[in-house]
């Protein structure tokens, strides 16, 4: 008979074991933890500072006859992508189930898309004509874009960024990523915030929205196959440079590379999902 001591320990081994057969066992892409860079900026400040902005956008696309109504027939099919992909959202971040997710077209001929934190996401007109996307590939951008949103990459920029400007004058700053959020650090937040609809994020984070991206538009049953024809359209748009919304991100070749690497990863999850 086991001693309650071993007996603990063998449930504690049992445990971690358990543990690590869930992790082997999940289907899909992977990547490593988020930055502990992120809890120095509260989430849900950064959250409220990103509809602020995403309203004030909106209201400057109405004001300019540009943000297209609810019944045009693109925001009907972008509002039906993303409802397919909102709930495959939340295994990556438990908040994506609080968040009031909003999809909006903008009138511009700008290449571009984005999701803020929050899950405020905004097409403009240009990515959807001059790249002629199909479902798929709008799926796979609208992936990509909602990744940064689970991911919280724009709260770890903000977060290094608070972190280096603070450190010559609070010694602990960096502690705190650790121990918790440091009070006088946060008012920082708003100043910070108001660079969210143009940050800019590392080839890093770029990349692993390019996974997770595509393993979110192969459970709602889109074709991961589509990022390589993305980028394909994406290179020859732009004669091989990234257009604004890219302008960080690594080269298509690379990709594209990166893509093809990881679809034996996704395809399944395309396989089993069904068509749309």
């Known amino acids: 008979m086991l001693s309650k001591r071993a007996f603990f320990h063998h449930c504690a081994f049992c445990m971690a074991g358990a543990y690590s057969l869930d992790a082997f066992s999940r289907d899909g892409v992977e990547v490593g933890k988020q930055s502990n860079f992120t809890k120095l900026v509260p989430a849900a400040e950064v959250e409220v500072s990103a509809l602020t902005q995403y309203n004030q956008m909106l209201k400057q696309a109405s004001d300019k006859n540009a943000l297209a109504p609810d019944n045009h027939p693109q925001v009907l099919r972008l509002r039906s992508i993303s409802k397919r992909l909102i709930p495959y959202s939340y295994e990556w971040n438990p908040r994506a189930k609080d968040w009031a997710w909003q999809v909006n077209l903008i009138g511009s001929d700008q290449i571009n898309a984005f999701c803020m934190p929050g899950g405020k996401i905004a097409f403009f007109h240009g990515i959807l004509s001059k790249l002629e996307l199909t479902d798929d590939e709008v799926a796979v951008v609208m992936g990509h874009e909602i990744a940064h949103a689970l991911r919280e990459h724009a709260r770890e920029r903000m977060g290094k960024s608070m972190a280096t400007n603070a450190l010559s004058r609070i010694g602990g700053a960096l502690a705190s990523v650790y121990l918790g959020v440091d009070p006088r650090l946060t008012d920082a937040v708003a100043a910070q915030g108001a660079n969210l609809l143009t940050l800019k994020f590392s080839r890093e984070d770029e990349s692993e929205a390019d996974l997770v991206g595509m ?62």
């Open 215 to 276: 393993e979110l538009a192969a459970r709602a049953g889109y074709n991961p196959q589509a990022g390589v024809t993305l980028w394909q359209k994406m290179d020859a748009a732009n004669k091989g440079a990234p257009p604004q919304w890219l302008s960080t991100h690594p080269s298509g070749s690379t990709r594209i590379k990166d893509i093809q690497a990881n679809l034996p990863k996704v395809h399944p999850l395309y396989e089993r999902a069904g068509k749309p």
